[in-house]
Nanobody, 118 residues
Framework: QVQLVESGGGLVQAGGSLRLSCAAS????????MGWFRQAPGKERVSVAS????????YYADSVKGRFTISRDNTKNTVYLQMNSLKPEDTAVYVC???????????WGQGTQVTVSS
């Protein structure tokens, strides 16, 4: 009954912003690392950002560093991805994941589409 449900995706122009949310249910999110991945058409799924259990440690892919911010609110079992200065190459399905470590994600959401137009 573990579920991760993403929301907040949509269509934006280059330079715009979106805030993605991922709400976890069935487990206490504070016990897990959480992360965002993305998969563009014809490409492999890659890690975008990750955050530790308490939120003090974060990781960002070089491609998004300085533009994206991951955060979490453990009282709401929710992780966020604030995406600023979006580029067309950010277009992808963004997927939330949860697991016991930064390298081991056991639960995955369905994803939310982010499309950035030029």
């Amino acid at each position: 009954q573990v579920q991760l449900v993403e929301s907040g995706g949509g269509l934006v122009q280059a330079g715009g912003s979106l805030r993605l949310s991922c709400a976890a249910s069935g487990r206490t999110a504070s016990n897990y690392y959480m992360g965002w991945f993305r998969q563009a058409p014809g490409k492999e799924r890659v890690s975008v950002a990750s955050i530790s259990r308490g939120g003090s440690n974060t990781y960002y892919a070089d491609s998004v560093k300085g533009r994206f911010t991951i955060s979490r609110d453990n009282t709401k079992n929710t992780v966020y991805l604030q995406m600023n200065s979006l580029k067309p190459e950010d277009t992808a399905v963004y997927v939330c994941a949860m697991g016991p470590s930064i390298y081991n994600y056991d639960y995955w959401g369905q994803g939310t589409q982010v499309t950035v137009s030029s």
